[in-house]
């Protein structure tokens, strides 16, 4: 079978099993966060946190209730890092610096996982599973709630009542991501990922050195990293080492569980509103982007010139040997346009123009699909900004699921959309006239910038991914990236829920002759050219500068 076949095949077997649980899971998601009633364990959970789930709370007190948490996570998880040496099952490891720390406790609290370090040479066992397992968990779901406070503000009306923080918070964690995360872990492990609690084993290599090789709880880490689109590796070396990632089958799955839950939204979202034909137009935005991204950076790898990549069939340095060029560039787009950051491949290896996809995918705002919750109300926010230019263009006032969309739904859509930017170009332009960027830089010239660019974009957009050629454990990257992934990640949800309580107070808008149908292909078409031209505006100066620059002189 020859590769570009089988690379057909794997993107279609992927597209088939996320078509099939697309309406299953969404449906399920929709009626979990409806229901009225609370399981055992939750009501266990809730009086441990001395929460009362059948409150509801207002756009602040929501609001006041993911910040809180979020704030404590932080603490617990640096609390943790810090003390490293002083807990059981630290393999003798040291405490994490305290730089370090904090970017690593306002990385996995952000849902970003970001890693300036080696997990296999850094973190014990209570470091990885009581620390950064568990906030892969939260995080996600603060993520979801977040989204689904969104919907409920197009869903209600007169009231600007958007749910309750803990219960959403819980349901998503209990309901939807453990037992997901569960049968995954175990699937993985069938594959032959490692799961167990053992010390460090020495090995002597074939070439007669002797390793170090730590192993520990990595099916069930791995499982929840991409399911809940973290990406925080256990390994340094990511979902390219076998210990996470030991062969096609689990390659695949590992695509498909970063996908599933980001595909699958759109379905609640269309489900909890009334109207599922709603979740299908942004669903086809998504999966628009996303497959024209995959065509792109595959394509663009396999033509890549030189003589050395013709007669390999495609540029194979710092790809999956294992998996070929179509699987790393399946892979590598499906993690940049989710806020995952997993990787099986340096994508500092990649041409100067599937870089500049791949940073593009990201600075769309990850929402196609996007993160774990996070993709939907992005993509809702994009949503909002089509209706009013729709509006503009016919001279009406704009009006989305019945709820018009006036000055101020306007100022909160717009300054979510300029959060991540001014983020990322603030913060490669201090790194670059600080000279922090440069002396972290591999490369020099056009690559070298495009590092830097990926950093802050993938920090602030709570992706996580890295060019692998970017020296980021330094005292100002680990401070300022840290910085930019917790605004990335707050500052935009503080303007989500706050556009939710304003639609939740509504009284709805009779559709009329003169509605803008939002459910059609056109809208789809509408909303996808939204995205690209507002994402050109502003970010093509930087790009001309790095991946452009550097693919048109090849």
């Known amino acids: ?18 078509a099939l649980v697309h309406r299953p899971l969404g449906d399920y998601m929709a009626a979990v966060f409806s229901s009225g009633k609370h399981l055992r364990v939750e009501k266990w959970i809730y009086r441990a946190v001395g929460a009362n789930p059948d409150t509801e709370m207002r756009w602040p007190a929501y609001l006041r209730g993911v910040l809180a948490f ?40 952000s849902n970003t996982n970001w890693q300036s370090y080696s997990g296999e040479s850094s973190m014990g066992h209570v470091a990885q599973t009581a620390g950064l397992a568990v906030q892969n968990f939260v995080s996600a779901a603060v993520g979801i709630a ?60 074939v070439t007669g050195q002797t390793q170090s090789i730590s192993p520990g ?32 089958f689990s390659n695949l ?53 030189g003589t050395a990549s013709q007669l390999a069939g495609g540029a194979m340095e710092g790809k999956e ?13 499906s993690t940049t346009m989710t806020s995952t950051g997993s990787v099986n491949s340096f994508h500092d290896s990649y041409s100067g123009l599937s870089g500049g996809v791949l940073l593009l995918g990201m600075m769309l705002g990850e929402i196609a699909p996007g993160g774990v919750g996070s993709g939907l109300y992005g993509m809702l926010i994009m949503a909002i900004i089509a209706v009013f230019i729709a509006g503009l263009m016919v001279g009406r ?55 830097v660019l990926y950093a802050y974009t993938s920090a602030s957009n709570n992706n996580g991914s890295a060019f692998a050629g970017f020296g980021a454990n330094t005292e100002f990257h680990n401070t300022a990236l840290g910085l930019c992934m ?46 690209m031209i507002i994402t050109g505006l502003t970010f093509f100066p930087a790009l001309a500068l790095g991946p452009l620059a550097e693919g048109l002189a090849a």
């Open 1 to 18: 079978m020859s590769p570009v076949l089988a690379d057909v095949l794997q993107v279609t077997a992927l597209i088939v099993a996320l």
């Open 70 to 109: 979020s704030a404590v996570s932080v603490l617990f998880l640096y609390l943790i890092l810090r003390i490293q040496d002083d807990l059981p099952g630290s393999l003798g490891f040291a405490a994490i610096p305290p730089d370090q720390a904090f970017n690593t406790a306002a990385s996995f609290t």
């Open 146 to 205: 977040v989204a689904v406070a969104l919907v409920r503000g197009f869903a209600r009306s007169r009231t600007g009542e958007l749910g309750n923080f803990w219960a959403d918070l819980v349901r998503g964690v209990v309901r939807i991501l453990i037992p997901i995360s569960v049968v995954a872990a175990i699937v993985l492990v069938a594959t032959g990922a490692v799961q167990n609690f053992a010390g460090i084993n020495e090995i002597t290599t």
């Open 217 to 248: 709880a990595v099916a069930s880490q791995e499982a929840i990293k991409d399911l809940g689109t973290n990406g925080g590796g256990y390994f340094n070396a990511n979902s390219s080492h076998p210990f996470e990632n030991p062969n096609g």
């Open 253 to 305: 799955l590992t695509i498909f569980l970063l996908l599933v839950i980001p595909f699958s939204l759109p379905r609640t979202f269309g489900k909890m509103v009334g109207s599922v034909k709603q979740g299908y137009a942004i669903v086809g935005a998504m999966v628009t982007i996303w497959f024209v991204g995959v065509v792109l950076v595959t394509w663009l790898e396999y033509a890549h010139p």
């Open 321 to 333: 040997q294992r998996f070929g060029e179509g699987a790393s560039s399946l892979f590598a787009v």
């Open 397 to 451: 006032t704009p009006e989305y699921l019945g709820k018009k969309i006036g000055t101020r739904q306007i100022e909160y859509a717009a300054c979510y959309i300029l959060i991540t930017p001014a983020l990322v170009l603030i913060g490669t332009a201090i790194a670059m006239a600080t000279g922090n960027g440069e002396s972290s830089m591999t490369n020099v010239g056009a690559h070298g910038f495009s590092e």
């Open 486 to 531: 917790l605004l990335g990640r707050f500052l935009p949800m503080v303007f989500v829920l706050a556009l939710a309580g304003s639609l939740a107070e509504q009284k709805p808008v009779p559709a009329t002759a003169g509605t803008l149908q939002t459910e059609k292909p056109l809208f789809t078409g509408l909303l996808v050219g939204t995205i």
